[in-house]
């Protein structure tokens, strides 16, 4: 019998060596995208487009039917709690009866009153499973510089994680970053802020790659701050011609670059993540504008709904001053959102008009009207924006109610809830769950 020796190819070897630690690597990845898909690390969900992908919450629910726990929430806050595995997070802002130790002066065009008193702006950490408290912080204890709106809070502005570390402003009175265990590992004062009539504060932190980024628009030297997120030092900082906003950045990375995205009153923008560049703008918002941007594989969409309507679609790979070019892929000048971001789901957008129930839907490739203006049965105001699972999309009212709709090309209302609380902070749809934060409570719902 005649032996064969088989000779190994080193090249070929490294091939399948370097394919193995590929494939491995690859399925590595894509497992850690399907983890952090499951989880709401922030404003606006895991894509940053109010979409759970991974979520199936209930369709039908009332304050008592399918309810899993409910709990008091201390003080005042509309902020959207966040949730990462089995930790849900939420902010608050608690007044004490300590008084100012100095009345605090309104400033000349404010409309409204310094409480002068002390707030707790607090951090609550809750189990998603029993809604037990797992740990609190007073992040700060001080006196408001200003009033806020009727419908605004000391604690409107969501945390935000990263899977590692929760990262937390209250604005005037602070950025904070904690561990997931509730440690303190930074904090940072970035100064006090002038809103527009002293409506207040609503800052929201983004992520994006190791820096933490700041939406700092108000009536006194705007800008756009990077904090690095392990230790709170500036990275850069630069200026924006901008008045009060209260809309948080959105993070996209294409083709190699990271885009942060910052809606405005006289632009939308968007910037270089490693260095604070402008990359592209755009004119055309309208005044106070609010709702996040929303972007999928190309194209970036930007509304504002306050004394006008503005909806823009812009290609991510815009460059310079694109207004009033072809540049500008379509726009929309009818029944944008005020308050409420809208949600794109399946290549449509879906959207309300102002703060009212009056919702349209537009193909999102070219802004063709597929239905609408069309009342939300149900639904007659409401400031949380709309969230996606399991095709379904959910409106939730400022009186508490949530109309479920079948996302298509008409309204088709599948079922209509009632909390029997006002609403203000947006749902968050994660695994069987939708957690519903109301002026004094948070909600579990499950069936």
């Known amino acids: 019998m005649k032996l064969v020796q088989q000779v190994w190819n080193p090249r070929i070897v490294t091939a399948i060596i370097v394919g193995t630690i590929g494939l491995a690597?690859?399925?590595?990845?894509?497992?850690?995208?399907?983890?952090?898909?499951?989880?709401?690390?922030?404003?606006?969900?895991?894509?940053?487009?109010?979409?759970?992908?991974?979520?199936?919450?209930?369709?039908?629910?009332?304050?008592?039917?399918?309810?899993?726990?409910?709990?008091?929430?201390?003080?005042?806050?509309?902020?959207?709690?966040?949730?990462?595995?089995?930790?849900?997070?939420?902010?608050?802002?608690?007044?004490?009866?300590?008084p100012a130790d100095t009345p605090v002066q309104p400033h000349d065009d404010a409309r409204t009153q310094p409480p002068n008193r002390y707030f707790q702006f607090t951090v609550f950490c809750f189990n998603r499973q029993t809604g037990d408290t797992i740990w609190q912080r007073v992040a700060a204890e001080s006196?408001?510089?200003?009033?806020?709106?009727?419908?605004?809070?000391?604690?409107?502005?969501?945390?935000?994680?990263?899977?590692?570390?929760?990262?937390?402003?209250?604005?005037?009175?602070?950025?904070?970053?904690?561990?997931?265990?509730?440690?303190?590992?930074?904090?940072?004062?970035?100064?006090?802020?002038?809103?527009?009539?002293?409506?207040?504060?609503a800052v929201t932190p983004a992520i994006a790659n190791d820096a933490l980024i700041v939406n700092w628009d108000q009536e006194d030297d705007s800008s756009l701050i990077a904090l690095d997120a392990a230790t709170g030092d500036v990275k850069w900082q630069v200026p924006r011609d901008e008045p009060t906003t209260w809309t948080t950045p959105l993070i996209v990375s294409r083709a190699g670059k990271t885009q942060i995205i910052v809606n405005g009153q006289n632009r939308v923008r968007s910037y270089d993540a490693a260095n604070g560049e402008v990359l592209w703008q755009c004119g055309g918002q309208t005044v106070n504008p609010i709702p996040s941007p929303i972007a999928d594989r190309d194209t970036v969409y930007c509304f504002s709904g306050y004394q006008g309507a503005a909806g823009y679609a812009i290609p991510l790979d815009a460059q310079g001053d694109v207004t009033e070019?072809?540049?500008?892929?379509?726009?929309?000048?009818?029944?944008?959102?005020?308050?409420?971001?809208?949600?794109?789901?399946?290549?449509q957008l879906y959207f309300t008009r102002a703060n009212n129930g009056i919702l349209t839907s537009l193909r999102a490739s070219d802004g063709t009207v597929v239905f609408g203006p069309e009342r939300i049965p149900g639904v007659s105001n409401l400031y949380a924006s709309p969230v996606a699972a399991a095709d379904r999309i959910y409106f939730t009212s400022r009186e508490g109610v949530t109309t479920v709709i079948q996302p298509g090309s008409e309204l088709k209302v599948l079922a209509t809830n009632e909390l029997g609380e006002p609403v203000d902070a947006s749902p968050v749809p994660v695994g069987k769950q939708l957690l519903i934060r109301s002026t004094t409570h948070l909600y579990c719902i499950e069936e």
């Open 25 to 98: 690597l690859t399925r590595s990845l894509v497992a850690q995208q399907v983890d952090y898909d499951r989880q709401w690390p922030q404003w606006r969900g895991p894509q940053a487009n109010g979409v759970a992908p991974h979520a199936s919450p209930p369709l039908v629910w009332n304050g008592e039917k399918n309810v899993r726990w409910k709990i008091p929430v201390p003080g005042e806050g509309i902020a959207t709690p966040i949730v990462w595995n089995e930790k849900v997070f939420v902010v608050a802002a608690v007044p004490t009866d300590r």
């Open 325 to 347: 070019t072809n540049r500008v892929r379509w726009h929309h000048h009818e029944n944008t959102p005020y308050v409420p971001s809208p949600i794109l789901y399946d290549g």
């Open 143 to 201: 006196v408001p510089r200003e009033g806020h709106h009727v419908t605004n809070s000391y604690a409107s502005g969501s945390p935000s994680t990263d899977g590692h570390r929760l990262y937390v402003s209250f604005g005037s009175h602070g950025m904070f970053c904690y561990s997931l265990d509730g440690d303190l590992l930074w904090q940072r004062d970035l100064g006090d802020m002038r809103t527009r009539r002293g409506w207040g504060e």
